[in-house]
Every structure is written in C-alpha cells, then in structure tokens.
C-alpha cells in the first residue's frame, strides 16, 4: 500500500523558513522516471507545482520560486524535504506531496500517488 | 503561453454525461492528465497520458484529445462525481502545470 504523508510546522511566520517533510513508503520507484513533488493549493485557489526530484538527485524548480525553494531526499529515512525561505502570507496553502511520474522522451509527466497535505499558515 | 485554462464550473443532471476541456498550447506536444479533489481531501488521479485510467477509476469517466485540448467525460454522472477537476501537463523542460480547475455540481 502506498502511502504519503506530509510533516512539519503549521505556524510560521513571515520571512522565516519553512521546511516541510514528506515520509514515503510502499512505493515502488520502478526506475528513474519515478519521483516526489511537492505541490500546493492556496485556499480556494487551483494547484501549483513547486518542486521534484527524482533517484538520480534530478531535480526541477518552479521558475518563479526558484530563489527560494530546495527540494532534497533522505533516501535511508524514505523522506523528501522542501525547504523555502522568506515565507509570505501568500505562501499559506495546504501543501501536498506526491508520487510523481515524468518521461520527458515519453511527454509524459503526472501525479500518481499523493499525500493528504498539510495546511500551512504563514501569519505574524 | 504554458498556461491551461478550463471552464470554471459546469453543472450538470445525474444520469447525463459531463464534458470538462482543458486548452493549452502545451498539450499540442505533451500528454494531459486529470484529477478529481473533493473538499477537504487530496487530489485523485482520474485519467493519464490523456485517455489512460488508472486502475479503480470506474470506466464511466474516459479522456480525449485533439489539438491544444484535452477532454474529460464523465458518462452517467452521478452524485458522488461532484468535486472539482484539474487537468495538468509537463513540459519537456521539467516544469509542471495545473489548469484553472471546473468545479462540476451535479
């Protein structure tokens, strides 16, 4: 059974950073295709990629968060960490991992497994 | 544009048949796929590779594709499918996109 959950705090306040964790297990990382992304969902507002990476230590940012957002794996703790400092009250949301399956030679890239999320507020 | 726009709601009776689009110039070159969120929970992946259901998904819902969009249907709709929908791509480059999201009301 696959399962996804995301960790971490669920108060920050602005400029501090944020780290947030994702514990992954049962997933069967077939190969080097299969990944972990971070994505999140503002209240009321549609999703929004923010990073992956992948087994080779690939990884991918959103552009316009590239300045301020890391993404690493503890590969012996099964756990993907975001990091994203000089947070915002625009950075609340519910933040969400998820399996994530890309082939780019294949133009194919999406989200098979995902976690339950963590809402994160960002206040003083 | 990398963006993907999608009708913000569509309601529509139990029983008939729902048509939700996603139009995005990415979508000419790379496959779409679709999530269904009800409130309060995460994300379920509906359909990918643009016509592909994963596994436990009922075969009421199927995918289509031609040009820059990509269409979710929902056959025999029922009251349970009530939820918003998101379609997504990814492009060759690595960066990933979510469309606006339909809110579907049966």
């Known amino acids: 059974q696959v399962t996804l959950k995301e960790s971490g705090p669920v108060l920050v306040k602005p400029t501090e950073t944020l780290t947030l964790t994702c514990s992954v297990s049962g997933v069967p990382f077939r190969n080097a295709r299969m990944g972990v992304s971070w994505i999140r969902q503002a209240p009321g507002k549609a999703l929004e990629w923010l990073a992956n990476i992948f087994p080779d230590d690939t990884k991918y940012y959103r552009e316009s968060l590239k300045s301020r957002v890391a993404i690493s794996r503890d590969t012996s703790r099964s756990q993907v960490v975001l990091t994203m400092t000089t947070v915002d009250p625009a950075d609340t949301a519910t933040y969400y991992c998820a399996v994530d399956y890309f082939d780019p030679s294949g133009a194919v890239g999406y989200f098979e497994y995902w976690g339950q999320g963590i809402l994160v507020i960002v206040s003083s | ?106």
């Open chain 2, 1 to 106: 544009s990398s963006g993907l726009t999608q009708p913000s709601s569509l309601s529509v009776s139990p029983g008939r048949t729902a048509s939700i689009t996603c139009s995005g110039d990415v979508l000419a070159r790379q496959y779409g796929s679709w999530y269904q969120q009800k409130p309060g929970q995460a994300p379920v992946l509906v359909m990918y590779k643009d016509i592909e259901r994963p596994s436990g998904i009922p075969d009421r819902f199927s995918g289509s594709s031609s040009g820059t969009t990509v269409t979710l249907i929902i056959r025999d709709v029922q009251a349970e499918d009530e939820a918003d929908y998101y379609c997504q791509s990814a492009d060759i480059t690595g960066d990933y996109f979510f469309g606006t999201g339909t809110r579907v009301t049966v």
